[in-house]
C-alpha cells in the first residue's frame, strides 16, 4: 500500500462518518421542533458547537485574533449558517428528512452559477445542463412535498441557497484561517449575532423566535444538535486534510441514504416512488459534475517550464 492511499483511505472513512452523523443533527432538530420553537434550535446548535469547540482550539493554538476583513467575513459566514440552519429546521419540523436533504442537495448547481456569476468561474454547457436536470429533479421532490406540507416544502430551497453563499465566503477565508478555527468563529459569532434577535422575538411573541424552557429529554435533543454539527463537520474538515475534494465530493451524495434510514427507523418516514426519481436525478446530476469537474482539472495547460 502506498504513502498516498494510507493518506485516503483515512480521508474516506472520514467522509463516510460525516455523511452517517451530519443527518443526526437533522433528527435532533425534528424531536426538538416538537416542542421547542425553530429560532431556539438554531441558537442551540450556535452555542453548543462554541463551547464544544473553544478546548479544541485551545489546545490546538491556532490563534485568536483576526484581521478586521477576517472578522467580517467571519461575521458573514455566520449569518448565511444562521439562515441556512434556520430554513432546514424549519422544513424538518413537517417534512421528512430525507426530502428536505434531497431539495436542499441543489447547493451545488446554485454553487456552480454564483461562482461564474460572482467570480468569473469556468462553466461549460454541459454542467450547465446537468445543473437545469438537478434543479428538476429537485421539483420532483418539492410538488408532492407542496401538496402535502405546503409552502414549507420550499424551505430546504433557502437551505441550498444560503449554503451556497457560505461556501463562497469560505472559499475566501480558507487562506487566511485554519478550519478548526474558522468553525468555533463562526460559532461564535453566531451566538453573539442570535442572542439578541431571539431576545427580541421572545418580548415580541414571535412564535418561531420565541424561547421555551426544555423538558426532559428535550435537553439532550438540543444538546444533540450542537454535538452532532460539531462532529461531523470536524470529520469532513480532517477528510479534506487527508484526501482531495475530488475524491470525496460523490461521497458526500450518501448523506441521502442515511437520512433515509434513520428518517424510516426514528420516525417511520419513507420516500415515495417520485421522490426516489428526484433523489436519483439529483444524485446523478451532482455526480456528472463532478466528473466533469475532473476533467476540467485534466486538462488545464500546465506552464512551460522557464528556459
Same mark, same amino acid.
Given at each position: 500500500?502506498?504513502?498516498?492511499?494510507?493518506?485516503?483511505?483515512?480521508?474516506?472513512?472520514?467522509?463516510?462518518?460525516?455523511?452517517?452523523?451530519?443527518?443526526?443533527?437533522?433528527?435532533?432538530?425534528?424531536?426538538?421542533?416538537?416542542?421547542?420553537?425553530?429560532?431556539?434550535?438554531?441558537?442551540?446548535?450556535?452555542?453548543?458547537?462554541?463551547?464544544?469547540?473553544?478546548?479544541?482550539?485551545?489546545?490546538?493554538?491556532?490563534?485568536?485574533?483576526?484581521?478586521?476583513?477576517?472578522?467580517?467575513?467571519?461575521?458573514?459566514?455566520?449569518?448565511?449558517?444562521?439562515?441556512?440552519?434556520?430554513?432546514?429546521?424549519?422544513?424538518?419540523?413537517?417534512?421528512?428528512?430525507?426530502?428536505?436533504?434531497?431539495?436542499?442537495?441543489?447547493?451545488?448547481?446554485?454553487?456552480?452559477?454564483?461562482?461564474?456569476?460572482?467570480?468569473?468561474?469556468?462553466?461549460?454547457?454541459?454542467?450547465?445542463?446537468?445543473?437545469?436536470?438537478?434543479?428538476?429533479?429537485?421539483?420532483?421532490?418539492?410538488?408532492?412535498? &407542496?401538496?402535502?406540507?405546503?409552502? *414549507? $416544502?420550499?424551505?430546504? #430551497? +433557502?437551505?441550498? !441557497? /444560503?449554503?451556497? %453563499?457560505?461556501? =463562497?465566503?469560505?472559499?475566501?477565508?480558507?487562506?487566511?484561517?485554519?478550519?478548526?478555527?474558522?468553525?468555533?468563529?463562526?460559532?461564535?459569532?453566531?451566538?453573539?449575532?442570535?442572542?439578541?434577535?431571539?431576545?427580541?422575538?421572545?418580548?415580541?411573541?414571535?412564535?418561531?423566535?420565541?424561547?421555551?424552557?426544555?423538558?426532559?429529554?428535550?435537553?439532550?435533543?438540543?444538546?444533540?444538535?450542537?454535538?452532532?454539527?460539531?462532529?461531523?463537520?470536524?470529520?469532513?474538515?480532517?477528510?479534506?486534510?487527508?484526501?482531495?475534494?475530488?475524491?470525496?465530493?460523490? &461521497?458526500?451524495?450518501?448523506?441521502? *441514504? $442515511?437520512?433515509?434510514? #434513520? +428518517?424510516?427507523? !426514528? /420516525?417511520?418516514? %419513507?420516500?415515495? =416512488?417520485?421522490?426516489?426519481?428526484?433523489?436519483?436525478?439529483?444524485?446523478?446530476?451532482?455526480?456528472?459534475?463532478?466528473?466533469?469537474?475532473?476533467?476540467?482539472?485534466?486538462?488545464?495547460?500546465?506552464?512551460?517550464?522557464?528556459?
Amino acid at each position: 500500500m502506498t504513502a498516498s492511499s494510507d493518506r485516503i483511505l483515512p480521508g474516506v472513512a472520514l467522509m463516510i462518518a460525516f455523511c452517517v452523523l451530519a443527518p443526526l443533527l437533522d433528527v435532533c432538530a425534528k424531536l426538538a421542533s416538537a416542542t421547542i420553537p425553530v429560532g431556539q434550535i438554531t441558537g442551540a446548535r450556535f452555542l453548543v458547537q462554541a463551547a464544544l469547540m473553544l478546548p479544541v482550539v485551545a489546545l490546538m493554538g491556532t490563534g485568536w485574533r483576526m484581521s478586521r476583513r477576517m472578522a467580517g467575513l467571519v461575521a458573514l459566514r455566520a449569518i448565511f449558517l444562521i439562515l441556512s440552519t434556520y430554513s432546514f429546521v424549519a422544513a424538518v419540523t413537517v417534512m421528512p428528512i430525507a426530502d428536505a436533504l434531497a431539495i436542499a442537495f441543489v447547493e451545488p448547481f446554485i454553487l456552480l452559477i454564483l461562482g461564474r456569476i460572482l467570480f468569473g468561474d469556468e462553466v461549460g454547457p454541459r454542467r450547465i445542463a446537468a445543473s437545469i436536470v438537478g434543479f428538476g429533479g429537485a421539483l420532483l421532490v418539492i410538488q408532492p412535498s &407542496l401538496m402535502a406540507f405546503g409552502l *414549507v $416544502a420550499l424551505w430546504p #430551497l +433557502g437551505t441550498a !441557497v /444560503f449554503f451556497a %453563499f457560505y461556501m =463562497l465566503v469560505t472559499r475566501q477565508m480558507s487562506r487566511g484561517m485554519h478550519p478548526v478555527s474558522m468553525q468555533f468563529h463562526t460559532a461564535l459569532a453566531g451566538v453573539l449575532l442570535l442572542v439578541p434577535v431571539l431576545a427580541w422575538g421572545h418580548a415580541a411573541g414571535a412564535p418561531t423566535l420565541t424561547l421555551v424552557y426544555p423538558d426532559g429529554m428535550v435537553w439532550a435533543f438540543l444538546f444533540g444538535v450542537g454535538f452532532w454539527a460539531s462532529t461531523s463537520h470536524m470529520c469532513m474538515t480532517y477528510a479534506l486534510k487527508f484526501a482531495p475534494s475530488a475524491t470525496l465530493a460523490p &461521497l458526500h451524495y450518501l448523506e441521502i *441514504v $442515511a437520512a433515509v434510514g #434513520l +428518517g424510516y427507523l !426514528v /420516525f417511520g418516514d %419513507f420516500p415515495n =416512488l417520485l421522490t426516489w426519481a428526484g433523489i436519483a436525478t439529483i444524485a446523478a446530476s451532482g455526480l456528472y459534475i463532478i466528473h466533469r469537474e475532473r476533467l476540467s482539472a485534466r486538462v488545464l495547460p500546465t506552464p512551460a517550464p522557464a528556459p
